[in-house]
């Protein structure tokens, strides 16, 4: 069964730096999704993205993220200067159409810490 | 806005027993409804969804799960629970023309021999 991949499974990285997160989507799926998940909290919605486009984007999602699909098969999340706070597990999510009635495949995440 | 709750934090059954994980779900439109299964360590499994139509779902692991509009509610159950079955159970909602998906808080599932 297609799966949805993310490299690297756990990344540290200190207060200020930038982090890349990658995911590689189904290859026929055309909308990818970021979620994040606090440790204990529950998970949230992050960002959405459709033909090189944000589509969609919650409050969390503020001027030190960006995402990216640099190739025809990857898609990352940029957090420009790390803090504290974003230490979470990020999901990457695909689906194959616009709605939920088309699913979402989820991959199995990156654990984010920063220190 | 749509919300998620899943008022048991964490349950704790008898290999063998029954399941019946809690999820209410509000906003005024027809739901998309979904049960997510995360494992220790793993990410977000799906284990059944229901857009339309027949209100009782199956899926995966033997898991089912009924809505019932009247109570806003979509329960997953399980009639005899297996030790793999710990781990983490997330229910989530979305709708028609709003891709993105809403989260509850989750539910932790422990078994005991």
């Known amino acids: 069964e297609p799966e949805v991949t993310q490299t690297p499974s756990h990344q540290v990285t200190q207060m200020g730096q930038e982090v890349i997160l990658r995911c590689v989507p189904i290859?026929?799926?055309?909308?990818f999704y970021w979620y994040r998940q606090i440790l204990g909290q529950k998970v949230e919605f992050l960002v959405s993205?459709?033909?090189?486009?944000?589509?969609?984007k919650s409050e969390i999602f503020d001027d030190q993220f960006s995402v990216e699909r640099p190739d025809g098969s990857n898609f990352t999340l940029k957090i420009r200067s790390t803090k504290l706070e974003d230490s979470a597990m990020y999901f990457c999510?695909?689906?194959?159409?616009?709605?939920?009635?088309?699913?979402?495949?989820f991959g199995s995440g990156t654990r984010l810490t920063v220190v | 806005a749509q919300s998620v709750t899943q008022p048991d934090i964490h349950i704790t059954v008898s290999e063998g027993a029954s399941l019946e994980l809690r999820c209410n779900y509000s906003?005024?439109?027809?739901?998309?409804l979904f049960w997510y299964v995360q494992s220790p360590g793993q990410g977000l499994q799906l284990l059944l969804k229901?857009?339309?139509?027949?209100?009782l779902v199956q899926g995966i692991k033997g898991f089912e799960a009924e809505f019932k509009r009247s109570q806003s509610s979509f329960n997953l159950r399980k009639p005899s629970v297996h030790w793999s079955d710990a781990a983490e159970y997330f229910c989530?909602?979305?709708?028609?023309?709003?891709?993105?998906?809403?989260f509850g808080t989750g539910t932790r599932l422990t078994i005991i021999p």
């Open positions: 999510a695909s689906s194959p159409g616009q709605g939920a009635n088309y699913g979402y495949t």
């Open positions: 290859s026929n799926h055309l909308y």
């Open positions: 993205f459709y033909n090189n486009e944000i589509s969609e």
């Open positions: 906003y005024g439109a027809t739901p998309y």
């Open positions: 229901y857009f339309s139509g027949d209100t």
């Open positions: 989530a909602v979305a709708y028609f023309g709003n891709e993105k998906l809403t």
